[in-house]
């Protein structure tokens, strides 16, 4: 696989995500590690969007594990979800027999990070013109945060127009486009990363400058994790196999998150929506509407043998040997 690559340029990716509230999140991050060994990848910056301080500490337990700490991290402000959810701060906080913390890491929860907003607008700056493509696995908090931002020292462009030059598109784990769904969008609770901040995903699916490629609730559900890979396959040291088994209890888990960023890499396997318009409604439903002005469009349903294709691939990323 590495040597067809060979002469393509790396995709620049901005990853935003509400690392903590479900284990997907960290599948995803260590497929772009995977990209990142292959030469497919460079990660430009990682934005978190679940308000919690533990969640950037866990990120970059993973990051350091997978040698990858160098990336620079954002944290969001005033973000939902301020829980700890099932495992940042276990794994974080989890100590040897000597009093050390079991999983090395270069911050703690005091630890002061730039801001989603003055990271996302630094990497922008310092892009070419549609040189990014946004990986969005959580809320929109951030986006519309980098959306409403203003000139700075680090550009006179505001966040719209900066991010209308500098970023190619967003791949974003959103919504639910199944055909009952687009048919009746209420007959289903929101999906939770639009549901948990409705206002921002509101307001960035309406205004967002560059084409979304939105990936529903229904595509990950078909091709589930195995947790018999991570228990198996993944060594012990690893911080994802305990952070699996406290999230899962030993059950696999569905790819929602992993699938987005599987869809920039490996785009031929996935089949797309004609164009139209994404919205939400204030209560969290999305809507879809063909329109060949449109520059939003949703993954298709995989059938049955690509979906057993598309999870073979997650599989090798995430067991890859750093
Ligand atoms: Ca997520």
């Not at 978190?48 to 620079?72: H, L």
């Not at 687009?182 to 999906?191: H, I, N, T």
């Not at 785009?267 to 449109?294: R, V």
Request: charged letters at 25%; aromatic letters at 10%; proline letters at 7%.
């Amino acid at each position: 696989m590495a040597a067809c690559m060979c002469g393509a340029k790396p995709v620049n990716v901005i990853f935003d995500t509400d690392m903590g509230n479900d284990v997907d999140d960290a599948l995803a991050l260590v497929m772009l590690y995977a990209f990142r060994e292959s030469g497919e990848c460079n990660l430009k910056g990682i934005l978190i969007n679940k308000d919690n301080p533990y969640a950037p500490v866990y990120t970059d337990i993973i990051a350091k594990y997978y040698g990858a700490d160098s990336v620079p991290m954002g944290m969001v402000e005033d973000g939902v979800t301020k829980d700890p959810g099932l495992f940042v701060e276990k794994i974080s906080e989890e100590k040897n027999a000597d009093g050390s913390y079991k999983y090395a890491r270069n911050m703690d929860p005091q630890t002061k990070l730039p801001s989603a907003v003055k990271l996302a607008r630094k990497i922008m700056s310092e892009s070419e013109d549609g040189g990014l493509v946004y990986i969005s696995v959580g809320f929109s908090t951030n986006l519309a945060a980098i959306f409403r931002s203003g000139p700075d020292e680090l550009s006179p462009l505001n966040g719209l127009e900066l991010f209308k030059k500098k970023v190619k598109y967003v791949s974003l784990m959103a919504g639910n486009f199944s055909r009952p769904v687009l048919d009746d969008p209420y007959s289903v609770a929101p999906e939770f990363n639009v549901g948990c901040d409705k206002p921002s995903a509101k307001f960035v699916y309406e205004t967002c400058p560059v084409p979304m490629v939105f990936n529903g609730f229904e595509i990950g559900l078909l091709a589930e994790f195995p947790n018999r890979v991570v228990a198996e396959e993944l060594p012990n040291e690893n911080p994802l196999v305990e952070s699996f088994r406290l999230y899962t209890n030993g059950s696999d888990r569905p790819t929602w998150d992993l699938i987005s960023v599987l869809y920039v890499f490996r785009p031929g396997m996935f089949g797309l929506s004609e164009n139209g318009l994404i919205t939400s409604s204030d209560s969290g439903h999305t809507f879809y509407k063909a329109d060949s002005d449109g520059n939003r469009r949703f993954l298709k349903t995989p059938d049955k043998e690509t979906a057993e294709k598309i999870k073979a691939e997650l599989v090798r990323l995430c067991t890859y040997k750093k």
